[in-house]
Structures are given as structure tokens and as C-alpha cells.
């Protein structure tokens, strides 16, 4: 089991890199958004695998981060479907909330900060939030939180044997450097 959900898990979120790169190397809009919505759309499908395996092992934080990370996946899918703006508020202040909310009950939960395995999810929590809230809103410095969270990420499945979902966060990283190259050599701010 922990195999298949390695493989689900890591290649969707690998996936989903790949295609945010290839996003920001399209000039053409139509294509732009075509990359965007798989983006999106691999994210939210392996996003269970993720959850499953951070609950088998007891990452509370890190399982209760990322499945609240699911309604600002789901804002990046429908920015790129219609545009910037049109997105509705709701779902806008969902995202927030379940950042708030999924970090406090994480720390709560172990009545503090006790382990270094606490650390990695903290920083993985951190990474994936701000670099899915950020990249849903078409914002460049989305990466940076990737890149925060690809690392911690890799560190803590390292930590833990899940050495494909380790590597996938690895290779990941090539990937979201490629995007943010793209995009800040292109200078532009893309509105799908």
C-alpha cells in the first residue's frame, strides 16, 4: 500500500510541477491556461495519497496542512478556468481559514513544538501554504514556498523511509526553479 500511494502521491504532485513549469514558459494564453487547469487538476487528484500517508504516520500537522490546502488548490483550478477576479470570495477566505485553522489545531494537538519531525511538517505546512495560496493567485513568490516545502517535505519522508515520495520532491524542486526562471525572465505577471 505504501508503495502505490508513493507512486499516486509523488507522481501527481511531481505532475503538477512539471506542468506549473510549462505554464510559465507558454506565451500563447489558450496554452497558459490549458498547463494551469492540469496544474490544478493533478494537484487536487493526488492530494488524497498525501493526507493518507501523512495520517499512517501520525504527521498531524503536516495531514491537517495539507488537506486545508485543498480549497486553495481548488481557487487556483477555478482562476485558471475563468481569470483572475472571478473567482468566488467565499472560497478566497475558505483558503485563509483553513490555514489558520489547520496550524492551530496542529499545535494544539501536540501541545507544542516536541520533535523534529514536528519541525519538517511545520515548514512543509508552511511551504505548501503559502506556495499553493500564492500560486493560486498568480503570484511569482508561490514558488519560494514551494521550494520551502519540496525540501522540508523531502526531509521529512527521508526521515521516515518514503524514499519515492523523497526523490519526487527532489526532482520537484528542478521544476519549480524552472518556473520561477521562466516566469521572472519573461517579467510578467500572467492573468489566465
Known sequence: MDILLQIWGGSSYLLNKICFSRAERSTAPDVNKAWRLR??????????????????????IAASVEAGGAPAMLMGFIIALRGRGREPRWLDYLARFAVVFGLAASIYDFG??????????????AGFLIGTYLSAKNDVNGYFGFILGNLSCAALMCSQGYYIFMAQQLVSLAFVADAYRARQKAGRELHP
Do not use: K, R
Open 112 to 125: 507544542g513544538i516536541t520533535t523534529l519531525t514536528q519541525v519538517f511538517e511545520l515548514l512543509v505546512a
Open 39 to 60: 496544474s490544478w487538476a493533478i494537484f487536487l487528484i493526488g492530494l488524497p495519497a498525501w493526507v493518507t500517508v501523512f495520517i499512517l504516520e501520525h504527521n498531524w
